[in-house]
């Protein structure tokens, strides 16, 4: 990005460095014990998080995979997802969510969004509905919770499984209850960036089934839950035990995290009111974790240079559709008509946002943003 121009504060989208150095004396005895143990994979670390990451989101069980790809992929196929099935999956979203479909060898069906925060028609939904149509992927999209009771009254009436993308959504909450054990199974991601971030990849998927549960484990693991026999076409995608024992230690501070999130998610609220722009919505009865924090405005890229100018650092999730990515020219996806999910690409821009964005940052970046004319 730009430099600040002079006498002005360049504010960074999300300054990980120092959110660890909060942390820096536990993430580094973390880091030693694997360093020193003799086990690297598949040991005392993974099973103390999983426990730890399933108690968290109120889940009977935690399964750690490689990546949040990797999650939705296992999870639909231990859901029962395969060849030829359709999911329902928001047109609006990150790519791998879609991927993860393609990936079990099922067909992606994409349904239009209400909104940015990935919110559904429930009618819309249904009439998605066909007769090959297995399963439903809501995506809790920046960390805003998508009407789970709404997805599930239509999967019940339809026979279909219910695989939740909360990989934006670490500590969301519907009702007082937090997402992670209230569908068939929820994918989540560890990407660094997410609100409860590895320093390297990760994923993990949770469920209430101990059928499930029991796939999961076998899946990531070539498909075998005993030494040299394998009971069906797995993957390799496990946590590793470094992975494990860093994300042990920062989960430890993920309420205060979000607390700190929505502290800034409500001085943008406040700052940003009347203005010509669509400032994100609260829900009644959720508890977002504000893992962004996005507004719409028409004249986006302008907006966005403005910002640039400032020494404000923005980015855009998503600038190009799902739908319209080369990894689906040539498939009837590519002709699909979409129009939310192409508008919300030229309109949505991400600001700064994250536990440790400082008040006279976010104050720079209100200045910024109000100073703009379009
Ligand atoms: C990050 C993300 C993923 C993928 O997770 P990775 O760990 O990067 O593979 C999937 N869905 C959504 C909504 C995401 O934001």
Redesign the pocket.
């Known amino acids: 990005m730009t430099a600040a121009p002079p006498g002005r504060l360049r504010v960074p989208f999300l300054d990980l460095q120092r959110l660890h150095a909060e942390l820096q004396d536990d993430l580094d005895a973390a880091a030693l014990r694997v360093l020193h143990s003799d086990r690297v994979l598949m040991g005392p670390e993974l099973e103390r998080f999983e426990q730890a990451w399933a108690a968290a989101v109120g889940a009977g069980y935690a399964v750690g995979v490689g990546?949040?790809?990797?999650?939705?992929s296992l999870g639909l196929r231990a859901l029962g997802v395969g060849d030829g099935d359709e999911v329902l999956v928001p047109s609006h979203?990150?790519v791998?969510?879609w991927l993860?479909v393609v990936h079990v060898g099922a067909v992606p069906v994409p349904v239009d969004v209400l909104s940015a925060a990935g919110a559904w028609d429930a009618d819309a939904l249904e009439d998605a509905v066909t007769p090959r149509t297995r399963a439903v992927v809501p995506?809790?999209?920046y960390g805003h919770p998508v009407d789970l009771d709404a997805v599930l009254r239509v999967a019940g009436r339809h026979d279909l499984v219910v695989l939740d993308?909360a990989?934006?959504a670490h500590g969301a909450r519907i009702g007082g209850r937090p997402l992670g054990g209230l569908t068939h199974a929820t994918?989540w991601?560890?990407?660094p960036?997410?609100n409860l971030g590895a320093f390297g990849?990760?994923?993990a998927v949770t469920t209430s089934d101990p059928v499930t549960a029991q796939r999961l484990r076998s899946l990531r693991n070539y498909g075998s839950t005993e030494k040299y026999r394998h009971d069906e076409v797995g993957w390799n995608s496990r946590l590793d035990e470094l992975q494990a024992a860093l994300l042990t230690v920062k989960l430890t501070r993920l309420s205060e995290h979000n607390a700190r999130r929505d502290a800034a998610a409500r001085r943008y609220d406040e700052g940003l009111a009347g203005l010509d722009l669509v400032l994100p919505e609260r829900v009644p009865g959720t508890d977002p974790v504000w893992?962004l924090y996005v507004v719409r405005s028409p004249h986006r890229d302008r907006l966005r240079e403005h910002l640039a100018a400032y020494g404000v650092e923005t980015l855009v999730h998503y600038p190009v559709p799902p739908h319209r990515q080369g990894a689906f020219a040539g498939t009837g996806l590519a002709d699909a008509h979409l129009p939310m999910a192409d508008r919300l690409a030229r309109e949505v821009l991400s600001l700064p946002m994250g536990p440790t964005l400082r008040r006279e940052e976010q104050g720079a970046v209100i200045d910024a943003v109000r100073s703009f004319r379009p």
């Open positions: 990546s949040g790809l990797d999650a939705l979203t990150f791998a969510t993860a995506v809790h999209l993308d990989a934006q994918a991601s560890f990407y960036g997410k990849d990760g994923g893992h």
